[in-house]
């Protein structure tokens, strides 16, 4: 037992109470705001081990420093705040853990803690045997389980041992088959490279024996070139020669011919054999050749015609020619089938048109896909297409040409 004037460092105190002390600041620590500078990297470790390895320096500076000792409670307070208040005011609770009671009376130091501090480290000596005969059993329990644990560890460490030794029987047996495989596959390989060796030995015999027959070629063709050269040279010499004499003989002719002429005195030649017959077919009749005159109005050829010269302007009454054609199909397969028949003819003739459509008694107007170069007009609500054409024909310049 101690009294008000034994020495209170952590080094003098009991040992549970000592341990108490350091765990109770280094779960404290991190929180701090201003810590000493011996202590900082001991904040940084884990808190199993600030005690253990830091344990020195914390009770050094517990001892020492006052403002330290003061914000180490402050910070004990928020996970005790019950015990710490009790303590810190001398009304301890007689069921605490006088370990604890002694360890913040350490830290906290109120007024008058010596006197409290003795006391609560009495009821700990006292308390003493029957804590060691508990903690005895404890490990004994403790010890127990452990000896428990390491039998069932045995037994799995004989199981993985037994399974490692098939394993390693297992990977030696397949190392023999590899090195097996290997001395197979080295022994094929150096075969390989031996044929590899004796075929490009023959290889390169085989080049210079090419070399030598290509250089032979060479010169035969080098020979034959030579000896085509001076036929085509002798060929071109007698086709000149056989030329001169065609020539000499033809001039010959043409002289001789030129001079029965003159002295024939024959005329010239008029007229052909087919005279006779154009004069007989002649009498028979024949007409002025007219584009118009020989076609009908709606014959394609003469349209064909018309759309061949040049800026031509073509305009269709929509409906008159789909009605016509194609007089069972509503309206819009009309529309269809016209557009689409024209795609072919504007497309060959490069024709400037305009289809129009009577929508004079429809409010809505339908959707088409006009061809390339073809215009589609729908006429406006109340006006009727042949309005619209005639607008379109008095639009364009006299002279031009609009079918």
């Known amino acids: 037992m101690t ?37 900082r990297k001991v904040a940084a470790f884990a808190p199993a081990r600030r005690a253990k390895l830091g ?28 015990l710490v208040a ?11 853990d006088p370990v604890d009671v002694a360890a913040l009376l350490w830290i906290a130091r109120p007024e008058g803690w010596e006197a409290s501090y003795d006391e609560a480290v009495q009821r700990l000596q006292e308390a003493t045997p029957s804590r060691d005969v508990a903690e005895v059993e404890r490990l004994q329990s403790k010890l127990e389980t452990a000896e428990q644990a390491n039998r069932g560890l045995r037994a799995d460490h004989k199981a993985q041992a037994e399974q490692l030794k098939a394993e390693n029987t297992s990977l030696r047996r397949k190392l023999g088959e590899a090195r097996a495989s290997l001395r197979a596959a080295s022994s094929a390989s150096e ?8 075929a490009r030995d023959r290889a390169e015999k085989s080049q210079v024996a090419s070399e030598a027959e290509a250089r032979r070629l060479r010169g035969q ?106 007089p069972e199909s509503t309206l819009e397969a009309q529309r269809i089938r016209l557009l689409n028949g024209l795609g072919s003819l504007i497309a060959r003739t490069g024709a400037e048109t305009t289809v129009v459509f009577d929508a004079a008694s429809a409010s809505s107007r339908g959707v088409v896909n006009a061809p390339r170069g073809v215009k589609v007009l729908f006429s406006p609500e109340g006006v009727i297409a042949d309005d619209v054409i005639r607008d379109l024909v008095d639009a364009e310049p006299e002279g031009r040409v609009v079918i």
């Open 55 to 82: 344990g020195s320096q914390i009770a050094a500076v517990l001892e020492t420093d006052a403002e330290f000792r003061e914000h180490v409670t402050t910070q004990i307070a928020v996970s005790m705040p019950v």
């Open 86 to 96: 009790a303590v810190t005011a001398g009304e301890a609770p007689e069921a605490a």
């Open 191 to 198: 075969a390989a490279r031996v044929e590899v060796e004796q």
């Open 221 to 326: 063709r080098e020979e034959l070139n030579e000896q085509l050269g001076a036929a085509r040279r002798d060929a071109r010499s007698g086709r000149d020669e056989a030329t001169l004499r065609a020539r000499l003989l033809l001039d010959t002719l043409l002289e001789a011919g030129q001079g029965l002429r003159r002295e024939l005195a024959l005329p010239a030649v008029t007229g052909s054999p087919g005279n006779r017959v154009e004069a007989e077919v002649a009498l028979a009749g024949s007409r002025t050749p007219s584009s118009a005159g020989a076609f009908g109005p709606s014959s394609p050829v003469l349209l064909e015609q018309y759309l061949a010269m040049p800026r031509a302007r073509l305009i269709i009454d929509g409906y008159n020619v789909s009605k016509a054609v194609w």
């Open 3 to 39: 009294d008000a004037g034994e020495e209170r460092s952590p080094g003098g105190m009991p040992a549970l109470v000592r341990a108490r002390v350091l765990v109770l600041s280094a779960d404290a620590l991190p929180r701090v705001s201003k810590l000493p500078p011996q202590l």
